[in-house]
């Protein structure tokens, strides 16, 4: 199983920024996934999960509103749509499968994607 | 400030036994599972516990968890110097409908 994020970089407060992940050696719509961020040399943070079948979404608080979460599980493809950036939103973003198996833990991850916010 | 309460350092000397707790609510750690994930310096997370005690493969027997009440803890056994890392608890939160996680506990193998 790969994990692989893209779409990072630096943009200024107030923009826009959608990350992709792609997924391989996983049937993605049996499985829920995660955004998860770290920012610089502090801890992480859950940022958005969607549920298998996309029905089911979930945001921590200091997202709502501003972050959406997708999928297309015809091209087994996660997305995080990045809007009204804010510098406290600077972070390296993580992609996470979320496997029933192991009762919705963050089983795979990826490598992170850097989303630097500055102006 | 994070949901769950951990140490923000712990350390051991090889060999020795080290246990880093995960303090949480009844919200979460109270109503749900436990997930432990260890973070190697520079690379991305990576599962250790989940289900509060159990280890998916590949993951040594000498990590263990343990769940009791709001409160957990992660145990490791016959410290290696290759243990150095963050170890990070987890815990949906119903109140919330959220994911939690614990600050981070720095592993020093002195």
């Known amino acids: 199983v790969q994990l692989v994020e893209s779409g990072g970089g630096l943009l200024q407060p107030g923009g826009s920024l959608r990350l992709s992940c792609a997924v391989s050696g996983l049937t993605l719509r049996s499985h829920a996934m995660s955004w998860v961020r770290q920012p610089p040399g502090k801890g992480l943070e859950w940022v958005s999960g969607?549920?298998?079948?996309?029905?089911?979404?979930y945001y921590t608080d200091s997202v709502k509103g501003r972050f959406t979460i997708s999928r297309d599980n015809s091209k087994n493809m996660l997305f995080l749509q990045m809007n009204s950036l804010r510098a406290e939103d600077t972070a390296v973003y993580y992609c996470?499968?979320?496997?029933?198996?192991?009762?919705?833990?963050?089983?795979?991850w990826g490598q992170g994607t850097m989303v630097t916010v500055s102006s | 400030q994070s949901v769950l309460t951990q140490p923000p350092s712990a350390s051991g000397t090889p060999g020795q036994r080290v246990t880093i707790s995960c303090s949480g609510s009844s919200s979460n750690i109270g109503s749900n599972f436990v997930f432990w994930y260890q973070q190697l310096p520079g690379t991305a997370p990576k599962l250790l516990i989940y289900?509060?005690?159990q280890r998916p493969s590949g993951v040594p027997d000498r990590f263990s968890g343990s769940k009791s009440g709001t409160s957990a803890s992660l145990a490791i056994g016959g410290l290696r110097s290759e243990d150095e890392a963050d170890y990070y608890c987890a815990a949906w939160d119903d109140r919330q409908s959220v994911w939690v996680f614990g600050g981070g506990t720095k592993l020093t193998v002195l």
């Open positions: 289900r509060s005690n």
């Open positions: 969607i549920s298998g079948d996309g029905g089911s979404i």
């Open positions: 996470a499968t979320q496997r029933s198996a192991y009762n919705n833990a963050f089983d795979f």
